[in-house]
């Protein structure tokens, strides 16, 4: 059995018995109003990363790794542009070193812009990763309307890392689930998580 590659986060890390499968697909999915990129942030640290922004500049996403304090390493960062993005991105690909991450941030782009794409899309990163055994995260917004080929996409991906959001009262309770884990073992707990300027797991107890 192939030794797990770790996605960045420890404690998940640990909960999954040393990280996600070579050659994974991973759907991160997330609120847009959250603190989402600070688990791509700590994605980018185990090993080299090309991260691609779909909707940002070079330099808007370079500034926000420079504000923060984890350690991201040095990924590479590349725009894709506006038309033929399913194009763009996987000419990106082309020479990545083998276990490697890329992020794709973010894939709601392509599920809504290029939706006809996505089976196409899905297929060719499977090829890569064939090749490289790496690491591929999408990066998907849950909001309303749902994609269209969001379903797609979860069917799709290896592993699916959802992030919730709640306001209740003075509190926001953050919580991360991994419902699927193809090929390993899904998590049948959410782990509560404190996202400020860093992750980490929140260990107070709830006061039912």
């Known amino acids: 059995m192939a030794t797990p590659l770790p996605i960045g986060i420890d404690v998940l890390d640990q909960r999954l018995g040393g990280g996600v499968p070579p050659g994974s697909i991973v759907a991160l999915c997330a609120p847009p109003a959250s603190q989402a990129e600070l688990l791509l942030y700590e994605l980018m640290g185990p090993r080299e990363t090309l991260y691609l922004t ?18 991201t390493g040095d990924p590479d960062i590349r725009a894709i542009p506006d038309e033929n993005r399913v194009d763009h991105v996987l000419e990106r690909l082309g020479g990545r070193p083998r276990e490697s991450t890329v992020i794709v941030d973010h894939h709601t782009v392509i ?25 591929v995260v999408l990066y998907c ?8 080929r969001r379903a797609t996409t979860l069917h799709s991906a290896d592993v699916v890392v959802r992030l919730t959001v709640d ?32 992750v980490a797991v929140d260990t107070s107890r709830d006061i039912a």
């Not at 599920?111 to 690491?135: K, S």
């Open 167 to 198: 306001v209740v009262g003075a509190t926001v309770d953050t919580r991360l689930a991994v419902p699927k884990v193809r090929g390993g073992r899904a998590l049948t707990e959410t782990l509560k998580l404190q996202l400020t300027d860093r």
């Open 111 to 135: 599920e809504t812009e290029e939706r006809d794409r996505v089976p196409e899309f899905v297929t060719r990163l499977r090829r890569h990763l064939a090749d490289t055994g790496g690491v």
């Open 54 to 71: 779909l909707d940002r500049t070079e330099r808007g996403v370079t500034e926000g790794l420079r504000r923060t304090t984890i350690d």
């Open 141 to 148: 917004l849950d909001g309303d309307p749902v994609p269209e």
